[in-house]
């Protein structure tokens, strides 16, 4: 059974195009993405792609050969991906916030919605399966809720307020190492799985 691959091509004084060549057959217009950092991804349902992007946004949605491409998510900007069965997309930016969507990779049903993420928060660990993200922000303090994701359970935490951003601790112990703006509390704390 032939395969296909795709190629993103540009020339100068056009955008980006992404080509699809099945196996021996002819290339294919899959559309077009003028980011020079955006590289396919694989889900169950074909090859995940941003299309229509104007630099700052475009279209996710999914591609095969066989279907053509199948919108997902408009407005998107940027996907994040881990080595599980989830990617998470922002979607709606205004100025650093957005509406973060996560998906199923293998049905691309959305797994999860969060309004008002910072943009720089989302995050998967690497250690367990969990994803971190920093949401309900607030302009005027820089900060919101520091908030967890586990996929398996579909248990959403909240660990803090006043957060503006986090890291994952590795040494000396698995957790997490996150900064709090708000004046009474400002501070870097830690917080660990046994929450």
């Known amino acids: 059974m032939p395969r296909e691959h795709v190629e993103e091509l540009a020339e100068p004084g056009k955008k980006r195009e992404l080509w699809a060549v099945p196996g021996a057959g002819e290339p294919v217009l ?7 950092n955006w590289y396919p991804r694989r889900s169950g349902a074909g090859f995940l792609f941003e299309l229509d992007h104007d630099g700052a946004v475009g279209t996710l949605g999914t591609w095969t ?17 881990s080595f599980s069965d989830y990617f998470a997309a922002l979607a709606d930016v205004q100025e650093d916030v957005g509406t973060l969507v996560v998906y199923d990779r293998t049905n691309l ?10 943009r720089a928060s989302p995050t998967f660990a690497r250690q367990v399966l969990a994803l971190g993200y920093v949401h309900d922000w607030d302009d005027a ?18 660990v803090d307020t006043g957060v503006t951003e986090f ?7 698995p ?13 870097i704390w830690t917080a660990y799985p046994d929450l």
């Open 167 to 173: 890291e994952e601790l590795v040494w000396p112990e």
């Open 109 to 118: 049903a959305e797994a999860l919605r969060v309004p008002r993420v910072h």
């Open 65 to 81: 050969l066989e279907g053509g491409f199948s919108p997902l998510l408009a407005d998107s900007a940027g996907t994040w991906g």
């Open 175 to 187: 957790g997490i190492v996150y900064a709090v703006r708000t004046p009474e509390r400002a501070g």
């Open 30 to 36: 899959v559309g077009t993405n003028p980011s020079p």
């Open 141 to 158: 303090l820089g900060a919101g809720t520091f908030g967890v994701w586990i996929p398996y359970t579909g248990q959403q935490i909240d």
